[in-house]
Structure formats: structure tokens, C-alpha cells
């Protein structure tokens, strides 16, 4: 299969991804987090061949994608009253919302759970396209299994050219980094995968405590301990350590972002903005880069411990993971 690239600023190739999609082709679109890997969510065909074109389990659950609240009604079986507050406050936005399923949703989305994860993204191209074409998709990142979610429609490519219709360039997106995953229960709500929005920013939103994660890591399908992985190992290091192994292997890569490293300098060296919007959004971006670039192994200056970056510490000890 030849994979057409799209340019997001044409309108005739903005339709043409629309229309693939109608066709129940699968089609990789940007999103503001990370490239979903989408197909129509209402053909349970075309959302079967996402699993093969990323080698995915069948059993891991979906994200569906949608652009408006009217849309809910056909995926859900009803509407609880903490949705509202929390759609109002971060839809369209990163948060993912695990929902009881409507007894029309297919399995295969779901992977035969009972309950199906919903977000509405913010992004100036795909939301109005969804909208357009009266689409919801169903998209996971859109990349070969636990490798690096893509943030790029050159990323898209790397992993799955050949494997899929389309890809629908948008540019760099600019969270960087997979959204939060909220499930809402009677007595607590827990991340099931800290994100962009922290549980202390939803915490105000519900009347029931927000977990933080740590306790839940591996709460279903899909959550694993090896993730998110370039092709090069990845192994963190405290600044202490990451000194010495590069004195001792000075050609190894090394990405990091505090002032004790500012003028480290070599070709596999890439310095992180210090700030976390800034360095969520290049992490994915610059550890595929270093696979490009030829790295044996990334060494990665360990993040702060700081609850804000939990989304980072996760992500990263998952790269890393054996
Ligand atoms: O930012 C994102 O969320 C990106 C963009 C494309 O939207 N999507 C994404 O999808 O990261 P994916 O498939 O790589 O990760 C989705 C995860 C699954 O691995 C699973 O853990 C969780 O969402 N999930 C989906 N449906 C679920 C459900 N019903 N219950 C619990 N977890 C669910
Ligand atoms: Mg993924």
C-alpha cells in the first residue's frame, strides 16, 4: 500500500483525508497531545485494521474521538452528572474519560470492556474535520506498538509508511506528550495515565478525591511497563551518574535539560528546555531524533521529582523499561 501524504493547509487534501476516512481507510492525524492512528469509529472493519497496522494486541482498548457533545449519546449508555463540569472545564482539551459503554459499541474499540475511553481533542484540524464529516474515530498514537508515540507526520512515516492510507500533516503538535486518562468512580476517580492535565487541575471539578496514579500503574490492558520506546536503550540517570558514564563512553547520546549540563556539547548531546510545557512537547520529538541520528543508547538526565512532572517520570520509566 502506498501511504499518500496530506498537507492539513489544502483544502482538497483536508476533504481527501475526510473521505478516506468515510471509506473506512485508516488515516493518521495530527491531534494537539500526539498522531492518532484514526478510523471510523462506527465500522468496526476499519477499526480491526488498526490493531495490524500497529501489531497492537487486540485486547487493548481504544480511544474514540469526538468533536461535539451531541455525539456522546451513540457511545455511551448515559451521561453521568460529573461529566458535564469536567467537559465544560477541559473538553476539547487532553483528558480522556472513561465512560459505561452504549451496548451498540463494538468490541473492537473497546477491547470487551464495558466501559470506553471518550476525548474530545483541541486541535484547529481535526476537530472542524470530525465536525465536517460527522466523523467520531477511533485513534491510538499512531505508531508500531510500544514504540514512541509520533509527534510529527515524518514520525508517522518512519513507523508505519506502507501500513496505512494516509497520513494528514498538521505540523509538530504541541502538547508533545498522551492525554490523561480520568476514570470516575462512586467513591474516588483515578488517573489511569497522568498526562497534561494533573489530577490536582481536576480535583476542583468532582466531589470525590482524584488518585494519583502510582497505586493504579497498571490498571488495564494497555497500560504496560514497557512503552513509549525509541530504538536506541534508554537508561536515567541522576547528574552524578549520567557524568560519569559519559566520561567514560563519550560517544554515547545524552538528553538533558538542567543548568549543571548547560555547556555540554557533542553530536548525540540535546539540551531540553527546563521548563515542562517546553520539554514535554520536544522529548518524543528529539529522542526519535537521536534514533535518527544514530544512537546505541540514550542516556537521559533523570526529571525532576516534582508532582507536576509525573507525566514525564512515567513516560520516561517506561522508555527505559527492560
Ligand atoms: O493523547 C492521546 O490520548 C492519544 C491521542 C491520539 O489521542 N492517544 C493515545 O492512545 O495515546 P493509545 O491507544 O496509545 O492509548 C490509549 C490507552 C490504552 O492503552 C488504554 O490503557 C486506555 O487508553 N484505555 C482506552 N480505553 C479504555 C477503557 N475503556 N478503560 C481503561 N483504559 C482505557
Ligand atoms: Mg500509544
Known sequence: MKTERLDARNPADLA???ELLRAGELVAVPTETVYGLAADASNPEAVRNIFT???RPADHPLITHIASLAQLPRWIRHQPEWLEPLARAFWPGPLTLILERHSDVSDVITGGLDSIG??????????PLLQQF??????PSANPYQKLSPTS???VLAGLDGRIAAVLDGGPCGVG??????????????VLRCGPIAAADIQPYLRVPVLTPALHAHAVSGNKKMHYQPNAPVMICSPDELSVRLASTPDCAALVYSDRFKSLEGPLVRHLPAEHPGYRKALY???????CAGAQQILVEAPPEDAHW?????RLKRASAR
Not at 471518550?118 to 476537530?127: K, N
Not at 460527522?134 to 485513534?139: K, M, N, R
Open 16 to 18: 481527501r483525508a475526510g
Open 53 to 55: 497496522a500497529k501489531g
Open 118 to 127: 471518550i476525548r474530545m481533542p483541541d486541535h484547529p484540524v481535526l476537530l
Open 134 to 139: 460527522d466523523l467520531a474515530v477511533a485513534a
Open 153 to 155: 507526520a515524518e514520525q
Open 177 to 190: 506528550t498522551e492525554s490523561t486518562i480520568l476514570r470516575v468512580g462512586p467513591e474516588s476517580a483515578e
Open 285 to 291: 520529538a528529539t529522542l526519535y531524533a537521536l534514533d
Open 310 to 314: 509525573a507525566d514525564i517520570q512515567d
